[in-house]
Nanobody, 118 residues
Framework: QVQLVESGGGVVQAGGSLRLSCAASGTTFTINNMRWYRQAPGERRELVAAISSDGTTNYADSVKGRFTISRDNAKTTLYLQMNSLTPDDTGVYYC????????????WGQGTQVTVSS
């Protein structure tokens, strides 16, 4: 079993930056792919960025070139560096992980709020 805890959210002005962190604990050796999702009020949750165990990354078109996903060598912490933020980036950001022997999107954090003001 894996537990995920996000941190680093806050309120920033448009054009600013934030760095989100996701700390994984428990049976972290079962994790392969990890992701960041976000959800605005009244909107569906959407994929922001993903990283595989071999380091391959993918990004939503809306954040390409502005956000960077990364993880430490032990794969116990996931990061999302967010630059050039706009109000459209506002939402709750969730950390997500696959269990390589069970299922995709098995683990979720409780989320961290990001608010970008204009």
């Amino acid at each position: 079993q894996v537990q995920l805890v996000e941190s680093g959210g806050g309120v920033v002005q448009a054009g600013g930056s934030l760095r989100l962190s996701c700390a994984a604990s428990g049976t972290t050796f079962t994790i392969n792919n990890m992701r960041w999702y976000r959800q605005a009020p009244g909107e569906r949750r959407e994929l922001v960025a993903a990283i595989s165990s071999d380091g391959t990354t993918n990004y939503a078109d809306s954040v390409k070139g502005r956000f960077t996903i990364s993880r430490d060598n032990a794969k116990t912490t996931l990061y999302l560096q967010m630059n050039s933020l706009t109000p459209d980036d506002t939402g709750v950001y969730y950390c997500n992980a696959d269990d390589q022997w069970v299922a995709r999107n098995l683990y979720w954090g409780q989320g961290t709020q990001v608010t970008v003001s204009s």
